[in-house]
Structures are given as structure tokens and as C-alpha cells.
């Protein structure tokens, strides 16, 4: 079983920055792929950036050259670095993880962009 303890949310002006971090109870390279997910109000949870079975990095087409997906295995945490947000960046953001076949998800912080 993985744990994943997400942080960092919070309200925010168009144009901020937020950095997300997953905390997670096993090694990074172990529990992949993981991404980070986000879910607006009334719609479903979608790919927002992750690492793939590789360690690979990848991104959804609306947050390339701003989100910036990062690893630090010292600490077991992955995080999301959020530049240049806008209102429609709103949602609960969720960390998922995959160990053993099984998917496992965080609590998820809130995150929220004021225009």
C-alpha cells in the first residue's frame, strides 16, 4: 500500500505561483507512474503532470511551460511547481501513485486562482 499526503494548496492571484508537494511512505522510483491530477468543480479528474513508468515527465498541453513535475528521492516527495496561474488552474489537485498494480490516491489540496 502506498500513502500519499499532498500540500501546498491555497488561494491565489492570476499571474502567482504555488508549489505542490507529495509526500509519499515508499521510494519514488518504486511507485511509478504517478502524476499529479486535477479535478474542477463539476468535471472529472484529469492528467495534469507526471512521471511515466520511466521516469519520464510529461504534461498536459494546457500547463506546458508553466507546471514543473520534480522528484526528491531523499524525501520520497514529488512536486509541482505552478508558474503563471490562471482561474482556470482551480481545482483540487490529487496525487496518484501505482505500486503493485494497484492505484492509490492522496486526500488532495485545494487550489484555488482568483482573476
Known amino acids: 500500500q502506498v500513502q500519499l499526503v499532498e500540500s501546498g494548496g491555497g488561494l491565489v492571484q492570476a499571474g502567482g505561483s504555488l508549489r505542490l508537494s507529495c509526500a509519499a511512505n515508499r521510494h519514488i522510483f518504486s511507485i511509478l507512474p504517478m502524476g499529479w491530477y486535477r479535478q474542477a468543480p463539476g468535471k472529472q479528474r484529469d492528467l495534469v503532470a507526471g512521471f511515466t513508468s520511466g521516469g519520464i515527465p510529461n504534461y498536459a498541453d494546457s500547463v506546458k511551460g508553466r507546471f514543473t513535475i520534480s522528484e526528491d528521492n531523499t524525501k520520497n516527495t514529488v512536486y509541482l511547481q505552478m508558474n503563471d496561474l490562471k482561474p482556470e488552474d482551480t481545482g483540487v489537485y490529487y496525487c496518484?501513485?501505482?505500486?503493485?498494480?494497484?492505484?492509490?490516491w492522496g486526500q488532495g489540496t485545494q487550489v484555488t486562482v482568483s482573476s
Open positions: 496518484k501513485a501505482r505500486y503493485f498494480g494497484d492505484e492509490n
